[in-house]
């Protein structure tokens, strides 16, 4: 798990050895390889019993057994108890006391890296979320709302933020620091020695609380008037991984509930199912009245199913991020014959070499050895005393500065060489500050540098804003849903691209970060300001208000509505949240399962003939005493989502349709019917109204399209002459989603028996595997799976048992374009007996076959039929 600016969400790999875990009674998960977990630490989750042994006693009965040692006790969000083992015990043992429901590993998180840089103006960012108005025309402010934001922890002596800690008027009056500065994820043993005060000395923590409790003049937040407390979990940036672990995250959320806030930040996840530790206790925080607000993740460009946890937990407000409208930032100014021209900066290269030049000094465009603008030649000009501005593309952005500082350069600016933002990190071996810019400023900073002399100048703290071309569009980065089981995520969006905020005084009091890590603290402050606005509304109202007065979004190439697993219900409008007089409930309707015929009783779809369609019921409430409304019901069509393409192939971006507005087949388009598509609701009244979803015929089901829209209710009070409208996102597959492959489709090659080094075996019939001639079973997951089995079989059709790494629960899907594109299992002469891998066997000499088994999504992990199998071709075992 990991902070969620820049990248995702996932459980990534540290290259800490992975403990091998053990399942007896289903009690025990298993991670694959890739999954880094702390070796000799458990998360033991007990079984609710009012009436059995209290976690206390749990815990006493843990000490006593040699070798175990109870670290962390929880009782209130998660039933359980974090320990710490000698290498001596097995999972075994720990899963086979009396009233253990399931053993966790204790997996590691962490920050991998945040995006570019970039100084917001407030006022405007406020605007289209009704921030402003809810601020400057209501006169609210968050004040007496208590909010917990569980993070990296927070510079409170920067003066937007405060500068104080737990004095008196002070906006921090909670907190504590659960990891102290010491703890390296890399270490076996990680050292846990927590501060008297949660200071951050990374960043995410300072500029997440600036997004939510800012005071001006630069940066202000959403709710400056409420009270906070921030519970640091995660550690120090150590080899640039910024980590955490299940537990601490854990206790930084129990002590947060403790301190009785109304709201909950998490601009952190990773996993995807709401069986996860971390979701479960957020689940129970929503229970127990709190409002949870959660990170969906930043893994959009891996596509479908990358929402993380704990967003995917239950009742959890999942957010996901829109770009902001203007990029403020850093700038270059660079005087060329042709005139002075300001160029936005990247976050520099490295946060020990910032892109810092208060005076002019030369610049130029070289060439290298190789006559190019590459710049991965090396060069024979020198570039002394000189910043050298380099094209993007062939080498790495640390071979490009490399060569430019052995050349002389005391300064590098890598353009573009497509449309985007760049994040040019570099290694050690770079002593030179290194920045990027985009390609249009590249290529004009270039053509005027040729006409003469030129220089540039980057004085610190110099900044300008500039409109950004994607300002309110979904961010690339924004992870989509849906859950594995098929529930919309996010539940909406908020600005969180490209967005300016206060950061640690020591590494320059401001930046831009753009990550739902920036968009969740949005949204917590916009929780803020309703609660302050309206007490008495509950959790479930909170979410319902929030959801069903957010603005769909369109997107602005194709003029189509985004797929509600994408934005979830639209942005954020908080001023509409506050005034609306009325609630949509539920406030999103995720088709999970459908019926497949003619629907009967709606004389406008039968000619459709038989249809895949699901009935659901929306209960319309009028929560104004005094007016009846009219409300009238439209269907807005957004998108079709793919991850495949025509050929069934899996791609990687989701491809969307219709792929313009012109000529698009109706019967490709999902269809909507209600029993009432007008109704009148009495002052303080409710009325239910059946919904029928019609999945659309016409797209081919070998693509597997995910269909969307929006619920359009037009609302209309009694003498007044003006509507307003509220929105229900409704999202489905399109196809019988039970029977969906989870496995990739044949043509990736996978799954596949592989060398050590990832080679396919040609000729399995002739592989030999001995104790010194492993192979390894590598497969993908194109969508999550709860339960994955590889097992051996002799060739008399007998399991023998499961291969090493071969059990693994609630698995994530593998993403191309992270840490875990792959799946594996070790291919040897040994076996476990048990689901995890505690009783090795040595197989006798034969003729075996490698059987995969991954279950299908809703699938019963009882029933064999609802699994996806493979299976190897027979080799032999000496
Ligand atoms: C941010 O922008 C505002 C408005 O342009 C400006 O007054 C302020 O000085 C800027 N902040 C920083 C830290 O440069
Ligand atoms: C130099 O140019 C040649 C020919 O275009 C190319 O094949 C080679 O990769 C280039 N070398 C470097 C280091 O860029
Ligand atoms: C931000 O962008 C919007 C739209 O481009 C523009 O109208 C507004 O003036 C910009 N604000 C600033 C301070 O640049
Ligand atoms: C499918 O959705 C329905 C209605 O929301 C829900 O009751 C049911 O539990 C869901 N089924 C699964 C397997 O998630
Ligand atoms: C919702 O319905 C209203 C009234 O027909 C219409 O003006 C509006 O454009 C619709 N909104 C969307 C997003 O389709
Ligand atoms: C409307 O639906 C809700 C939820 O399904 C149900 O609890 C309620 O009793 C229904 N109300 C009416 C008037 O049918
Ligand atoms: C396999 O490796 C072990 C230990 O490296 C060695 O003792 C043994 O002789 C090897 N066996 C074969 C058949 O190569
Ligand atoms: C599977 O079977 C086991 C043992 O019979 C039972 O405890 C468990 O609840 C079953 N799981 C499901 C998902 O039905």
């Known amino acids: 798990m990991i902070l969620t600016s820049g990248v995702v969400f996932t459980v990534a790999c540290l290259g800490v050895v992975s403990a091998q875990l053990t399942f007896v009674d289903n009690k025990v998960v298993t991670y694959p390889p890739y999954v880094a977990v702390k070796r000799g630490a458990y998360i033991v989750e007990l079984e609710h019993s009012k009436a059995g042994p209290s976690t206390a006693a749990y815990a006493a009965s843990f000490n006593s057994i040699s070798d175990v040692w109870v670290s962390s006790q929880f009782s209130t969000l998660f039933n359980g108890l974090a320990v710490s083992t000698s290498d001596s015990i097995s999972v075994e043992q720990l899963a086979s006391v009396q009233g253990v429901k399931r053993v966790w590993p204790v997996r590691y998180h962490r920050l991998p890296y945040r995006m570019s840089t970039a100084n917001i103006t407030y006022p405007y960012l406020h605007q289209p ?468 015929g003619p629907v009967p009783g709606f004389d406008q779809l039968q000619a459709l003939g038989s249809v895949r369609w699901a009935q659901r019921s929306v209960t319309i409430v009028n929560t104004d005493r005094n007016k009846g409304m009219d409300v009238w019901l439209e269907s807005s069509v957004a998108d079709s989502l793919s991850m495949y393409s025509v050929d069934g192939n899996i791609g990687v971006a989701p491809r969307t349709w219709p792929a313009s507005s012109a000529s698009v087949p109706p019967n490709t388009l999902p269809q909507i019917a209600a029993t009432d598509s007008h109704v009148y609701v009495a002052a303080g009244q409710s009325k239910n109204i059946t919904v029928i979803v019609v999945a659309p015929p016409g797209l081919r089901e070998l693509e597997k399209w995910f269909y969307g829209g929006y619920l359009n209710f037009t609302l209309k009070w009694d003498q007044e002459s003006t509507a307003s409208n509220l929105f229900v996102p409704y999202a489905g597959y399109n196809g019988d989603y039970r029977a969906a492959d989870v496995l990739s489709t044949p043509s990736s090659g996978l799954p596949a028996l592989t060398d050590s080094n990832q080679v396919a075996i040609a000729d399995v019939s002739k592989l030999v595997v001995s104790a010194n001639n492993t192979a390894l079973l590598l497969y993908r997951l194109d969508v999550p799976s709860r339960v994955v089995s590889a097992t051996l079989v002799d060739a008399g059709g007998n399991t023998v048992g499961y291969l090493p790494f071969g059990y693994n629960e609630y698995n994530a899907r593998n993403l191309p374009k992270g840490d875990n594109p792959l799946s594996g299992a070790t291919v040897s002469d040994l076996v476990f007996t048990d689901k995890g891998s505690a009783h090795a066997i040595k197989v006798p000499a034969g003729k075996y076959h490698v059987h995969l088994a991954a279950l299908r999504p809703l699938g019963d992990a009882n029933n064999s039929k609802d699994y996806q199998t493979w299976d190897s071709d027979q080799y032999s075992i000496a």
């Open 129 to 596: 979320t009704g921030v402003s108005r809810a601020l400057h025309e209501l006169g609210l402010n968050g004040k007496g709302i208590k909010v917990g934001i569980v993070d990296t922890g927070v510079d409170y002596t920067h003066p937007e933020l405060g500068n104080c800690w737990k004095t008196t008027d002070c906006p921090w009056q909670y907190g504590a620091d659960f990891i102290g500065d010491k703890f390296d994820s890399s270490s076996p043993n990680p050292i846990i020695i927590p501060n008297a005060t949660p200071m951050d000395c990374d960043g995410h923590g300072t500029h997440v609380a600036g997004i939510l409790s800012g005071q001006g003049p630069n940066v202000y937040g959403v709710a400056p008037g409420a009270t906070y407390g921030m519970y640091r979990v995660f550690s120090c940036p150590v080899n640039g991984n910024v980590a955490s672990t299940d537990d601490i995250i854990l206790r930084g959320i129990e002590a947060a509930y403790q301190d009785g806030h109304d709201i909950i930040s998490l601009s952190l996840g990773g996993g995807s199912w709401p069986e996860d530790p971390i979701s479960v206790a957020c689940s129970k925080l929503v229970k127990k009245g709190v409002v949870v607000v959660a990170a969906n993740g930043n893994d959009g460009a891996n596509g479908l199913y990358t929402a993380g946890t704990p967003a995917v937990g239950h009742g959890v407000i999942a957010v996901g991020s829109v770009d902001n409208w203007n990029i403020t930032g850093a700038i270059a100014e660079f005087t060329t014959p042709q005139g002075s021209r300001s160029v936005l900066l990247s976050t520099p290269g490295s946060d020990r070499y910032p892109f810092i030049f208060e005076a002019d000094v030369p610049v130029v465009a070289p060439m290298d050895r190789n006559g190019s603008a590459l710049g991965c030649a090396g060069y024979a000009v020198s570039l002394s005393g000189k910043i050298a501005v380099i094209q993007r593309g062939v080498c790495s952005f640390a071979q490009k500065a490399a060569a430019a500082q052995t050349a002389g350069a005391i300064g590098v600016v890598i353009y573009n060489n497509m449309a985007g933002t760049l994040s040019p990190s570099v290694d050690g071996t770079v002593t030179v500050p290194v920045v990027a810019i985009s390609q249009a400023d590249g290529l004009a900073v270039v053509a005027d540098i040729a006409t003469g002399p030129s220089t540039v100048k980057a004085p610190n703290k110099l900044v300008g804003t500039f409109p950004a071309s994607t300002g309110g569009q979904m961010s690339l980065f924004s992870s989509y849903g849906p859950s594995p089981e098929l529930v919309i995520e996010p539940l909406l969006s908020a600005p969180g691209g490209n967005i300016w905020s206060t950061y640690p005084q020591r590494l320059g009091s401001y930046a831009s970060l753009s990550g739902t890590s920036m968009a969740t603290p949005y949204v917590s402050g916009t929780v803020a300001l309703l609660k302050q606005a309206r007490p008495e509304l509950s959790v479930k109202e909170i979410r319902s208000v929030l959801a069903n007065s957010a603005k769909p979004l369109r997107d602005v190439a194709t003029g189509q509505m985004i797929h509600p697993y994408w934005s979830g219900s639209g942005l954020v409008n908080v001023y509409d949240a506050i005034k609306s007089r009325a609630m949509i409930n539920p406030p999103e309707l995720s088709i999970n399962e459908t019926t497949w």
